[in-house]
């Protein structure tokens, strides 16, 4: 199977804030990585599929970047909307496996 | 509008059996892929089974080896929706369960809101 290992497991950052957070495969999944959003009580959220492509309807301050086995989510000024945990999922091979998340708290 | 709702969670005894169903509108179900993803109380997304979507041919299979031989997803097409059937449960399937929609491979782009399945004697 691909693992998928996320850092940080968490982050306490402000609004307005730079924000990233990695990805790392286990091997080369090409640009098969996705990331999700997911809110408290909610279902997950698509933000970005194939690495790097927006999902529509996602803001523009979302951004992802890499290939190979890293990968990075990058918000650029944080709102207070994206306080939330973010998942990235590889897509390449089955099982489809989910990082452990990153949970963005308020400092 | 998409839109899936999953039922069928409950409160299971462990070793007993559930049938989760995702009811799906707003899309040509028949030609998307499929997947049940869980959560448990607190933790992390885990996928759990997908089911292909190709009219006229037999639907492929795959499931995660913590549910393989426990469980059956299937879909009926006719219907627009997707099920899930899970045997021997145990306290660890106590779990938050998503159906959601596959599109390009394995990318969910669309999410039921979930159904809790708890099991506990």
């Known amino acids: 199977d691909i693992r998928v290992t996320q850092s940080p497991s968490s982050l306490s950052v402000s609004v307005g804030d730079r924000i990233t957070i990695t990805c790392r495969a286990s091997?080369?999944?090409?640009?098969?990585l996705n990331w999700y959003q997911q809110k408290p009580g909610r279902a997950p959220e698509l933000l970005i599929y194939?690495?790097?492509t927006l999902q529509s309807g996602v803001p523009s301050r979302f951004s992802g970047s890499g290939s190979g086995t890293d990968f990075t989510l990058t918000i650029s000024s944080l709102q207070p909307e994206d306080f939330a945990t973010y998942y990235c999922?590889?897509?390449?091979?089955?099982?489809?496996?989910f990082g452990q998340g990153t949970k963005l708290e308020i400092k | 509008e998409v839109q899936l709702l999953e039922s069928g969670g409950g409160l299971v005894q462990p070793g007993g059996s559930l049938r989760l169903s995702c009811a799906a509108s707003?899309?040509?179900?028949?030609?998307?892929?499929m997947s049940w993803v869980r959560q448990a109380p607190g933790k992390g997304l885990e996928w759990v089974s997908s089911?292909?979507?190709?009219?006229?041919?037999?639907?492929?299979?795959e499931y995660a080896a913590s549910l393989k031989g426990r469980s059956t997803i299937s879909r009926d097409d006719s219907k627009n929706t997707l099920y899930l059937q899970i045997h021997s449960l145990r306290v660890e399937d106590t779990a938050i369960y998503y159906c959601?929609?596959?599109?390009?491979?394995?990318?969910?782009?669309?999410w039921g809101q979930g159904t809790l399945v708890t099991v506990s004697s």
């Open positions: 959601a929609r596959a599109f390009a491979g394995w990318n969910y782009d669309y």
């Open positions: 707003g899309f040509t179900f028949s030609i998307y892929a």
């Open positions: 089911i292909s979507g190709i009219p006229g041919s037999a639907a492929t299979t």
């Open positions: 091997q080369s999944i090409s640009n098969y």
């Open positions: 194939a690495a790097s």
């Open positions: 999922q590889q897509s390449y091979s089955s099982p489809c496996i």
